[in-house]
C-alpha cells in the first residue's frame, strides 16, 4: 500500500471515527430513544417496527362514518396496523412531537404496502388513466405545527410504491380544507364528522381529475372514517371515483378487529382473500359503476 493510500485509509477511519464522535456527543446533548417504546439510542427498535411491515389489512368496516356515505357502499380502507400501544406512540411522536427522524421509516413502509395493493388495483383495470394518488388534506394549523405536510409525504411514498408494483400513478396533493374548519386533533366522532361534513374541497379547477379517474386517498390513521368520507364526497363531485385509501394504521373497533391476523400470511394473501375489486367495481362503457355490498357477487368464471 503506497503512503497516499494508508493516508486516505487513515482519513476515512479518522472521518468514520469523528462521525461516530459526533453522533454520541449528539446524543448525550439530545439523547435519542425509540418514538414506541422509549428504547434508549434506537429511532425505532426492532419490535416497534415489526407491526409497520404488513401486510395492509382491510379495515373500512371498523369506520363508522364510511357507512354513512349517502347511502353508498364503503370503498375498501387498508392499514398497514392496528393504531394501539406502540404505534400509537409512534405515530402521535411523528406527528405531534417532532419526531422526524420517522418521516423515512414510515413512508418506506407504506410504500411497500402500497404495493401490496396496487396488486389489488391492477387487477381492477382501472382504465386509461394514472392512479392519482390524494393525500388528506391537513389544516393550515398542522401543517404550521408540524414544519411539513406529512400525509402529503406519505402519499408521495405510495405513489412510489404503486409504479414500482407497476402500476401508473402519481401524487396529487389536490385536496384542501375549507377555511374554518377546525385541526381535527381532539375532537370526538361526531364532532369530527360535524367538523368535516362538506369541509373538503377540489383545490383548483386545473387539477380536476378526467371523469371516473381513479383516486386512491391517503391518511395517516383511519379513526371514524369521517375525514375519508370527506375526501370521498369532494373526489366525487370532481368527476374522480375513489377505488380504494391506505393508511399507516386504524383505530380498532371495541373487542377488536374481527377475522383479521394483522401480519400473519404472506403479503396479499389478505388481499386476495376479499373477493375485491372483482365484485367491488364493474367497468361498463364509458363509465365506472361502484357496486353496493349487498350486491355483490362473486366474479363468474369464463365469462
Ligand atoms: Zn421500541
Redo the contacts with the bound molecule.
Sequence with gaps: MGSAEVGATWLCSLGGAAALAARDLARLVLPVE?A??G?LD?V??A??RAPLTGPPQRCEESAPRLDLMDGRPAFPVWALTPYTG?VRELVVAWKDRGRVDLTQTLTAALAVGAGDVAAVLRAARLGPWPLLVVPAPSSAAARRRRGADLVGLLARSVASGCVAAGVPARAAPVLAQRAGMRDQVGLGARARGRNLGGGVRWRTRADLPAAGQPVLLVDDVLTTGATLAACERAVRAAGGIVVGALTLAATPPPGGFPGTSWNEGPAGESLASTGWPQGWLERAPGRVTVKTRSTHRPPVQGQ
Design positions: 425509540c414506541g417504546c428504547t434506537e425505532l427498535c419490535g416497534c406502540p
